[in-house]
């Protein structure tokens, strides 16, 4: 349980549903709700496919290109650092081309609920914590990003912009921090594995 939990609060942060929440509102401002709900369930769905499809996919390409796993932690906090740092500096989070015929799978989908962050840190998590962990943590916060599209317009209105601003920034920190730790226990495991040589 305690594996389980390391693994959800990373992801938690990378998939940030809240910090999402104003752009979500926004695709679907002045959709009838079962349009609304179709594009909630088209999003999650791609987002499910697509993340868990590149966690399973992903590992066999680092062996393949002779990537361990100290390369990627170093390399994938990174990312997650400099993602997180373009969400801190900015004033909202960056505005993509909208398709209007199919916002849930693209947009919503991807990149905004698994983007380069979410995909970064499912093989990060995977190489820590195995496989079961990282799968379920992966889908449950998906679902999760889900239920707060589903609960919109009441969690807006209990938040209001600047409380899911606020979250988001404070998200965005968090996973910078997460960044920061990746690239020093993959520093560690390079000396480590240097040492041992």
């Given at each position: 349980m305690?594996?389980?939990?390391?693994?959800?609060?990373?992801?938690?942060?990378?998939?940030?549903?809240?910090?999402?929440?104003?752009?979500?509102?926004?695709?679907?401002?002045?959709?009838?709700?079962?349009?609304?709900r179709?594009?909630?369930?088209e999003?999650?769905?791609?987002?499910?496919?697509?993340?868990l499809?590149?966690?399973?996919?992903?590992?066999?390409?680092?062996?393949l290109?002779g990537?361990?796993?100290?390369?990627?932690?170093?390399a994938?906090?990174?990312?997650?650092?400099?993602?997180?740092?373009?969400d801190?500096i900015?004033?909202?989070?960056?505005?993509?081309?909208i398709?209007?015929?199919?916002?849930?799978?693209?947009p919503l989908?991807?990149?905004?609920?698994?983007?380069?962050?979410?995909?970064?840190?499912?093989?990060?998590?995977?190489?820590?914590?195995?496989?079961?962990?990282?799968?379920?943590?992966?889908?449950?916060?998906i679902?999760?990003?889900?239920i707060?599209?589903?609960?919109?317009?009441?969690?807006n209105r209990?938040?209001?912009?600047a409380?899911?601003?606020?979250?988001?920034?404070?998200?965005?920190l968090?996973?910078?921090?997460?960044?920061?730790?990746?690239?020093?226990?993959?520093i560690?495991?390079?000396?480590?594995?240097?040492?041992?040589?």
């Amino acid at each position: 349980m305690n594996t389980f939990w390391l693994c959800f609060v990373p992801m938690f942060v990378a998939v940030d549903a809240l910090g999402i929440l104003p752009l979500f509102m926004q695709l679907t401002q002045g959709l009838e709700r079962p349009k609304v709900r179709r594009i909630i369930f088209e999003s999650v769905l791609t987002a499910t496919v697509v993340a868990l499809v590149f966690l399973f996919i992903g590992q066999g390409i680092l062996r393949l290109l002779g990537i361990t796993v100290a390369d990627f932690m170093i390399a994938g906090g990174a990312l997650l650092f400099i993602l997180s740092l373009s969400d801190l500096i900015t004033a909202q989070k960056q505005r993509l081309q909208i398709d209007p015929e199919g916002p849930g799978a693209v947009p919503l989908g991807v990149p905004l609920i698994v983007g380069p962050g979410v995909l970064t840190t499912t093989l990060l998590l995977i190489s820590q914590h195995g496989l079961i962990p990282t799968v379920s943590a992966t889908i449950i916060n998906i679902a999760i990003a889900g239920i707060v599209f589903l609960m919109s317009e009441s969690i807006n209105r209990f938040l209001g912009k600047a409380g899911t601003r606020t979250i988001s920034k404070l998200s965005s920190l968090i996973l910078a921090a997460i960044g920061v730790m990746m690239v020093r226990k993959g520093i560690m495991f390079l000396i480590a594995a240097g040492s041992a040589a």
